[in-house]
């Protein structure tokens, strides 16, 4: 990022606002009639309500009624509900006369954008709290992988918000119109736009569409940062070249913050993701491949896995051509990899996984004891 606040006092930060500016509150950062009435109780104990405009560990800057400040707040693991995201609401108990304000409580999350962590743990990670739109980037100036951008929606559609694919630099490709017809077809039910912030191309319908809390999701390099700027009406994010080695972007956003749109809701810019492993995104994934959960409802098995039941409609879609054996494969293994972050958390789940392979392995030392007595 190309602003950095002050360690001592939100004021400095990008979300604060010069004194001849008005100071914005949490009613400009998408507070509304019904968080007030739920927030009343808390409200009635003294509480006022913030939002986090960015999160570290053990401290968050967050905005509220008298505009923004930093705060100590709980970190319990990024994945525990109790610890405050990017764009989380949180009840405040304000400063006193010994006393520094402090985060209390995380309020409920209407939508939050959750990934697996890297590590092969049931852990997940929040990257976003309260998102209406996930803007998912993907580069035009890079080879297309349909199979990433499936994986970015599952992600998308199971946080609760509506998905959009920004395709970005449009200038750098030959065919941009054939490029979005290809990945809509992996993009069943999400806006496909094409865009280029070198020329403006697509971006006064990006705008159009684009509303409430907007998140900005894809790989390094995939022009998040300059899309970003362009929708901010400023640089106000850290930008990079792409290397020349290997086309990757350079990591220049190194925290998730939110920031004030010009035309009314906000932006939360993103680092880019090198690798987004699902976690509980079994809603996601039909909403992703909606046209073969489409399909599904023809075949001759309720429970047809689409592999090599008789009667299969998707198997046949795919014979005929209706359907890319491409995108088949996609689904398999990104159904394959949710039921097994499933089971990290689920015990009886796991049993069910683990028993067709400790039933090969019997056969295969069964078969090996039978080898060994006939010689």
């Not at 400023?234 to 930008?239: E, F, K, P, S, V």
């Amino acid at each position: 990022m190309s602003h950095h606040p002050d360690p001592h006092s939100f004021a400095h930060s990008s979300s604060a606002h010069s004194a001849s500016e008005r100071v914005l509150t949490p009613a400009d950062y998408g507070w509304d009639t019904g968080r007030e009435r739920a927030f009343a109780p808390s409200r009635a104990d003294g509480l006022v309500p913030c939002r986090v405009v960015r999160a570290e560990r053990g401290r968050c800057d967050v905005v509220g009624e008298t505009g923004p400040v930093r705060v100590p707040a709980p970190f319990r693991g990024a994945g525990d509900p109790l610890t405050p995201c990017t764009g989380d609401w949180v009840a405040v108990r304000p400063a006193g006369a010994a006393t520094s304000a402090t985060v209390v409580e995380v309020l409920e999350r209407r939508t939050a954008v959750v990934r697996a962590t890297t590590s092969r743990t049931s852990q997940a990670q929040v990257l976003a709290a309260n998102v209406d739109t996930v803007a998912v980037a993907v580069s035009l100036a890079d080879p297309l992988r349909l199979g990433r951008i499936e994986r970015m929606l599952a992600l998308a559609w199971e946080s609760g918000a509506t998905p959009v694919v920004v395709l970005t630099k449009a200038d750098r490709c030959e065919d941009p119109a054939r490029a979005a017809a290809e990945v809509a077809t992996a993009a069943p039910g999400a806006e496909v736009l094409v865009t280029s912030a070198a020329t403006g191309e697509g971006l006064d319908v990006l705008t159009a569409v684009l509303s409430g809390t907007v998140v900005l999701l894809g790989p390094s390099g995939a022009g998040k940062s300059t899309l970003g700027n362009r929708l901010l009406g400023q640089d106000l994010l850290a930008t990079g070249a792409v290397r020349d080695s290997d086309g990757k972007g350079r990591h220049t956003t190194a925290w998730r913050e939110l920031l004030p749109l010009p035309h009314g809701g906000v932006l939360i810019d993103t680092p880019g993701l090198r690798g987004v492993g699902l976690h509980d995104a079994g809603d996601g994934l039909e909403q992703t491949f909606a046209d073969i959960a489409e399909l599904a409802e023809d075949c001759r098995f309720a429970d047809c896995a689409h592999a090599t039941e008789p009667g299969c409609a998707v198997l046949a879609a795919v014979e005929g051509g209706h359907l890319t054996r491409r995108r088949l494969d996609s689904y398999h293994r990104l159904q394959r990899e949710n039921a097994h972050a499933a089971a990290r958390t689920d015990a009886r789940l796991r049993a069910e996984l683990e028993r067709p392979m400790k039933q090969i392995t019997r056969q295969v030392r069964a078969l090996k004891r039978s080898s060994h007595f006939k010689a």
